[in-house]
């Protein structure tokens, strides 16, 4: 039968890009309500808000939350190289932005290990460019205020106001600086991204890049956290490297461990892994998570101060932090420049992460989320706060598992666990000065118990598809051995490499017929299968483009055992010595064989088929150099008398063979060159023997 083509109703793109520009830029009142509607969720949802059903499970999730946020937020100030009021800071006001413009009714957005370690690389970075000692015990300058380049001493210096006093703001104010910019400009790409719509970029971190980044980073947290746990003071090191050199310099200097602390980690450390253990095999008969974090702290701050740790053993606290909000700030635009690079993976890893887990709560929970409006969120989530003194925030895995499983409805528990942050801020954190810090880098690293646990998982994912354990491999090692950026941008360009590589050398096969069926598939897979006499059947298993031209025509020629061209050229040298000697009025030719016999060997034993049948069901599309490809072996067998007949081949693969003429002019014999089956073209070169 013929199928016939639809007749495509031809769009006049200038009418619309005018129809939409006209429908942008124009406002009306409905207009302008639908606009605020979408750009604030919470006035859609909210009035809906069934309070009896929902309200004790949201306030249960947001205390729980809450708690869990101080002391992560405590313990993520190290990574983020930043003092602890400003983890307080961005936990607060994460919480209070998503719920105005978050799409997701369970993920839990504030501070991240892998968002406050980037961050606090650069913050790093730029405080050792500064001058500044990275030494965690410097002292810390105090207060806050404006940025200003002093070009007379070559350093950067803050002039500020306290109390009618000026001063001048050191290494705290300069780290909070460089933080807020980064977040300020990672916030702009955000919103940007959503603004033009390029939330397509996520596509190109795969499940693997991202489990690799966020277990190569864990490495690197880890490693930076053991010089608390035993107590230690060696340089913060910075740029590539940064894990092995750290290690050198812990190994060098392990005979100075303090032993308070060592005991301390240890405590600690047994402690939280056995109430973790114990909450994920009883966590059914649980209604809610054991607070162990904060009970640790509440104890390890108690031992502290009464055995007074810091002055008898010198074991390193958190020292001062302060109550109530430092009045808001512009961040400054000179630091926004040194950061706008270091601003894009930060931009990225942010958006990924916390579009990730708000379709996979979605898609548990029956409803749907708009990840364009999840990039603005999670942008504005940065934005403002970064006049705050806050720095970058993600969604977080462990705080949003915590969070569905404690009876969360909706993102009303986000301000619960806002308020108990508010709490600390205004009135409990200096009760937190004699805190030790290894105890917060106990808490961090028994929460990286989730990411290491990836390298039990290798072994089956090594099952299930060795490429995309090959990309992890990769991805973790770089991010772990040469830095974070690096490690996610060397693992998006391997597995693009890879997929470049699988559709360059992609599986190719001779096809034999399903006995008694009108079927065909790999001679080489499969048992009892008939070849077709005097017919060929050639399957590619990827697109046909310019990269993969060679590989294509190398395994046809291979598989059929006949390369035209070679044998073309044979036949032309045969012709042109059986004419020379035939000139010379001699019979026999060069070999001593008569005409007839020559004749017959110009006719090569190999040659077994008269009809090569391209299966293209798994051709997705062809450039022009696949067109031409395909031109040319027409040509080329078409000179041995072998029909080429192409199969199963797509709507686009079909045009592009038209466009490129392979079927002539008129496309008259279009019709005896392509078929929509296997079977119909192989019936048809049955019938034209």
Not at 232 to 252: A, D, F, Y
Not at 344 to 355: K, N
Request: hydrophobic content about 45%.
């Amino acid at each position: 039968f013929l199928m016939e083509r639809k007749i495509r109703v031809k769009i006049n793109r200038k009418e619309v890009v005018l129809a939409k520009l006209r429908k942008s830029c124009s406002c009306t009142p409905k207009k302008l309500k639908n606009f605020v509607m979408d750009f604030l969720p919470v006035l859609q949802w909210l009035p809906k808000y069934q309070c009896k059903e929902y309200i004790w499970g949201d306030i249960m999730s947001g205390l729980v939350i809450g708690i869990i946020l101080v002391p992560q937020a405590i313990a993520y100030s190290l990574l983020a190289g930043l003092k602890p009021i400003y983890s307080l800071y961005t936990s607060f006001f994460a919480n209070i932005i998503y719920f105005l413009m978050g799409t997701s009714r369970h993920v839990s957005v504030g501070i991240f290990s892998l968002i406050s370690l980037m961050v606090g690389q650069v913050v790093d970075r730029e405080l050792l460019l500064a001058g500044f000692d990275l030494n965690d015990d410097a002292p810390p300058a105090l207060g806050d205020g404006s940025l200003q380049n002093d070009s007379q001493s070559n350093t950067t210096a803050f002039n500020l106001t306290i109390a009618g006093m000026n001063a001048e703001c050191g290494k705290e104010c300069y780290a909070i600086g460089i933080a807020t910019a980064l977040t300020f400009v990672a916030g702009v790409y955000q919103v940007l991204m959503g603004i033009f719509r390029l939330g397509f970029v996520s596509m190109y971190l795969s499940e693997s890049v991202l489990d690799g980044f966020a277990t190569g980073a864990s490495l690197t947290i880890l490693t930076a956290q053991v010089k608390y746990l035993i107590g230690i003071k060696i340089p913060r090191s910075q740029g590539h490297g940064m894990l092995v050199i750290t290690w050198i310099n812990i190994l060098r200097n392990i005979s100075q461990a303090n032993l308070c602390d060592v005991i301390t980690s240890a405590i600690c450390i047994v402690v939280l892994v056995t109430a973790k253990e114990l909450g994920d095999r009883y966590k059914h008969k649980l209604k809610f998570p054991l607070p162990t974090e904060l009970v640790v702290i509440v104890v390890a701050t108690l031992v502290s101060h009464y055995g007074k740790l810091n002055e008898v053993y010198a074991s390193s606290v958190s020292g001062a932090i302060p109550t109530g909000f430092i009045p808001p700030k512009v961040p400054h635009f000179n630091l926004m420049l040194r950061v706008a690079v270091d601003a894009l993976p930060l931009a990225i890893v942010s958006f990924v992460f916390t579009v990730s887990l708000s379709e996979m709560c979605a898609k548990k929970y029956a409803y749907t989320i708009r990840a364009n409006q999840e990039m603005f969120a999670v942008g504005f989530c940065n934005i403002i706060p970064s006049f705050f003194h806050s720095f970058a925030t993600s969604a977080a895995l462990a705080k949003t598992l915590v969070k569905t499983s404690t009876g969360c409805q909706t993102q009303v528990s986000g301000v619960i666990s806002a308020m108990v942050v508010l709490l600390v801020l205004l009135f409990l954190a200096p009760l937190f000065y004699s805190l030790q810090k290894c105890v917060l880098a106990c808490i961090i690293i028994v929460s990286l118990r989730g990411a290491l646990r990836k390298f039990r998982d290798v072994p089956a994912r090594y099952h299930v598809n060795k490429v995309d354990t090959l990309v992890w491999v990769v991805t973790m090692t770089a991010s772990a051995l040469i830095s974070t950026e690096i490690g996610l941008l060397v693992g998006i360009v391997f597995s693009m490499l890879c997929i470049i590589v699988r559709t360059q050398r992609p599986r190719t096969a001779l096809l034999g017929q399903i006995q008694d069926t009108s079927f065909y598939e790999d001679d080489l897979e499969y048992e009892n299968l008939s070849s077709v006499p005097k017919v060929k059947i050639f399957r590619f298993e990827a697109p046909l483009y310019y990269a993969n031209r060679n590989y294509f025509l190398k395994s046809l020629y291979r598989l059929t055992n006949l390369d035209p061209n070679l044998e073309a050229a044979r036949r032309k040298k045969y012709e042109k010595k059986e004419k020379q000697h035939l000139k010379k009025g001699d019979h026999t030719t060069a070999n001593g064989l008569g005409i007839r016999e020559t004749t017959l060997q110009l006719v090569p034993k190999q040659i077994d088929f008269q009809v090569l049948v391209v299966d293209c069901s798994s051709i997705s599309f062809l450039d022009t150099t696949g067109v031409n490809t395909l031109k040319e072996i027409l040509k080329d067998y078409k000179d041995l008398n072998i029909s080429v007949l192409l199969a199963c081949c797509n709507p686009s693969v079909i045009d592009s063979l038209k466009r490129g003429g392979y079927f002539g002019k008129d496309f008259g014999s279009m019709q005896e060159m392509l078929f929509y089956s296997i079977h119909n073209a192989v019936q048809f070169a049955k019938d034209q023997k």
